[in-house]
């Protein structure tokens, strides 16, 4: 077993085990956390299925970004739906055999991984070229950028340019998900995208990226608009009714 | 109109987007709380030695106790779609006052307090020490937010910086750096009853008058009860309602509309007060205890239901947060929403018929309708969401001959905040206040040129003031800014009072 081999097997567990255990204490955490006031913002839905529709026009159409603004919605929508299609590309890599649709998508997931370049080269260009964005941008943004934009290129760089024993690598995610770790292969290329993406689940609990979870505990936005005929109080506060 | 010591902003004809132009509201902060508003709240009267440690402190409690604050201090992922929206911002072109920029404010601290990567690379995420200048900057920066929630419509995960601004202003206000205007109008209401400090006997003068007044334009009796125990209705009604102008207007219609409507009614002394300051400070423990006063009232007068008057921050707290501040409710007859809005009442009575109006008699305006911030994105009417916008716009088509909105970008859920809102009402102000109404005012010109609109309906108290104070400075009258219920006072046709049956109904409710 190479040096290779070893330090990325050893480099992805740890990163599913950081991004997995991060997340779930951020979840948990924004679970815990009790809304003690009805804050949607209105008008909003009335009933919890109503919710549920709301919430998925978030997260599939990103509603309110596309009533604020059309440019940021075009790159944001174009490079997470890429993001979205790369990753049913990239699910071939964890299963055997690999599912029906999963093979039918291989060739979108290209388009996506192109979209998704495109996309945040656009986000990019908005915090250089539009001066309330450069105001707001700092290190961090243009870095997570710059991660992302990398993972994409150096991937579409695999498709187009430098091939990578795709084989080999199957076998090495196949056997880390087993517990059998399998060599693999050294090329500078497929190493750089490994170790970018590895850094990208290492990162995503401690960073902006908590926006993915977050959205889903937003009370202006999963709060059902039934104030009035529904009382709603939380645990803290029921102890002050508790006082004369 | 006072002198002006800043250059009041020019109205376009289209809306534009200003260049980003640093630290010119730095300057803008209103008077700090002396020790005497700050303790009747429960707050500290000065800033003491420990305040960072104390201010990080409530920062913790306040993040364990509100999943809104932690959710959306982690959340924002900078992309923009709000640099543009604040009124602030667009009236000033301070970028601090960008929502992302105010809230940033605080997620700086918290990075540095709360978070892994601001605790090991401050520079790298805009992490920073809460020193002294931070507090500085919080101190102006969030007294320059309305708390209008206009930010929070635009949001892809819907922060709202309405929620970041309470935070912060709890947070000081714990520290013992409050804002006197908000603190002290709260101490008002937790002596007297409202916020204007009208104590009971004044009340019972200025409704006495009222019903004279209305005698003698009308010539029917229409009756303004305080304190009666036993009506069917208590009101609950913003307290410049009761003197300043055009609000009392609006009261002067409210009663019109009861006494067609044929039902008993009173005010309150104890709650005169509809506005509930609470909210502005984030202090939910202030807010419950002056909403609490309203349960008091309702039960101390054996009421059946709660109407609430023009009023658009009240509104929120009685709409969204009174059932849990203050419920629940089942001492009330449980055929109406508790509580209801005045513009419900009415638009009921007129979908019953119950209501004649003679719209001739606004043909001396045209009219827009301004939605108030708070009722549009942070309350309801009626059943359906967005009866906000539509139950107001029904009653002035039913008063009113001549009506047109104005640019669908500035109403109903994307309206703009008068200016005005979440606590900023004060002379110390002045500044903000003008340049924050510049986009709301921009569309109200617009409308005046194109289609000859005279006057602008409100169904917000602080937008009335806000209104009244600020159109002047833009070449505007004064008295442009109108209630919705003068418009349904002017155009009423009241059914002559029978005054036996009028006695009958008190002598039952003295029984009673």
Not at chain 1, 79 to 105: K, N
Not at chain 1, 125 to 145: E, F, K, Q
Not at chain 2, 228 to 254: C, K, M, N, R
Request: hydrophobic residues 40%.
């Amino acid at each position: 077993m190479s040096f290779v081999t070893v330090a990325y097997a050893s480099l992805f567990y740890l990163a599913a085990a950081v991004l997995l255990a991060g997340l779930a204490a951020k979840v948990v955490q924004y679970a815990r956390t009790p809304a003690p006031l009805k804050i949607p913002t209105t008008p909003a839905p009335t009933t919890q299925s109503g919710v549920v529709l709301r919430m998925a026009r978030e997260v599939v159409l990103f509603e309110s970004l596309f009533k604020g603004n059309k440019w940021i919605w075009l790159f944001g929508w174009i490079f997470h739906f890429g993001l979205f299609l790369v990753t049913l590309r990239h699910l071939r890599y964890f299963i055997e055999p690999v599912w029906l649709p999963i093979a039918l998508i291989q060739p979108f997931g290209i388009y996506g991984g192109m979209a998704m370049v495109v996309g945040l080269l656009g986000l990019w260009a908005r915090r250089i070229l539009v001066d309330r964005v450069r105001y707001i941008t700092g290190p961090s943004d243009h870095l997570m950028l710059g991660l992302l934009v990398s993972i994409g290129v150096s991937g579409l760089m695999m498709t187009f340019v430098v091939h990578t024993d795709v084989v080999a690598v199957k076998e090495f995610f196949r056997g880390l998900v087993t517990f059998q770790v399998a060599p693999l292969p050294s090329d500078p290329l497929l190493l750089l995208h490994l170790l970018l993406v590895a850094v990208l689940m290492i990162v995503f609990p401690f960073s902006k990226l908590l926006h993915a979870p977050g959205l889903f505990f937003s009370p202006t936005r999963n709060q059902a608009d039934n104030p009035r005929e529904k009382r709603h109080v939380a645990e803290w506060a029921k102890r002050l009714e508790q006082q004369p | 109109m006072a002198k002006v010591d800043f250059k009041v902003p020019e109205l376009k004809q289209y809306a534009e987007i200003p260049a980003v132009t640093p630290e010119t509201m730095a300057h803008s902060r209103p008077f700090v709380a002396k020790p005497e508003f700050q303790e009747p709240l429960g707050f500290p009267g000065a800033l003491a030695d420990d305040w960072q440690e104390r201010a990080i402190a409530k920062m913790g409690d306040l993040l364990s106790r509100y999943r809104s604050l932690r959710v959306y201090l982690d959340s924002c992922v900078k992309c923009g779609s709000c640099t543009d929206k604040c009124h602030y911002y667009l009236g000033t072109q301070d970028p601090k006052n960008m929502p992302v920029g105010r809230q940033d404010l605080m997620r700086k601290v918290y990075r540095r307090y709360f978070t892994l990567a601001g605790k090991f690379f401050p520079k790298l995420v805009g992490a920073e020490d809460f020193t002294r200048e931070v507090l500085d900057d919080w101190y102006s920066y969030y007294h320059q937010c309305s708390q209008c929630r206009r930010c929070s419509v635009f949001c892809p995960y819907g922060i709202d910086t309405a929620e970041i601004s309470m935070a912060a202003r709890e947070i000081m206000d714990h520290i013992g750096v409050g804002q006197k205007y908000c603190n002290e109008i709260i101490g008002k209401v937790f002596k007297i009853g409202n916020n204007l400090g009208l104590p009971g006997p004044a009340l019972q003068d200025t409704l006495e008058g009222l019903e004279e007044d209305v005698l003698d334009d009308t010539g029917v009796a229409v009756k303004y009860p305080l304190d009666q125990v036993g009506a069917e209705i208590l009101l609950v009604t913003p307290s410049a309602d009761f003197f300043a102008e055009p609000h009392v207007d609006g009261l002067v219609g409210y009663g019109k509309v009861f006494h067609e409507a044929g039902v008993s009614w009173t005010l309150s002394s104890y709650a005169s007060e509809a506005a509930n300051f609470g909210m502005f400070i984030g202090s939910y423990e202030n807010m419950r205890r002056v909403a609490q006063r309203i349960r008091e009232a309702a039960i101390d007068l054996k009421v059946k239901r709660i109407v609430f008057g023009e009023c658009g921050h009240a509104w929120r707290v009685a709409y969204s947060f009174l059932n849990t501040l203050a419920g629940p409710w089942d001492f009330l007859d449980p055929r109406y929403p508790v509580p209801q809005h005045i513009c419900e009442f009415t638009h009921g009575l007129m979908q019953e018929g119950k209501l004649t109006f003679d719209k001739s008699q606004n043909d001396d305006k045209v009219l827009t309708y301004h939605d108030s911030c708070n009722v549009a994105r942070a309350s309801r009417m009626g059943s359906v969401p967005g009866g906000q916008f539509d139950i107001p716009r029904a009653i002035i088509r039913a008063t009113c001959n001549h009506f047109y909105d104005m640019d669908e970008e500035t109403i109903r859920e994307r309206t703009f905040c008068c200016g005005g809102g979440g606590g900023l009402l004060t002379d110390d102000l002045m500044e903000l206040r003008v340049k924050g109404a510049r986009p709301r005012v921009e569309a109200l010109n617009n409308v005046m040129q194109e289609k000859g609109v005279t006057h602008m309906a409100a169904i917000c108290a602080i937008c009335k003031s806000q209104f009244t104070k600020v159109l002047p400075f833009y070449g505007m009258e004064m008295d442009q800014i109108v209630s919705l219920h003068q418009l349904v006072s002017n155009a009423i046709v009241l059914t002559p009072g029978d005054d036996d049956e009028l006695e009958d109904d008190e002598e039952d409710e003295e029984a009673a």
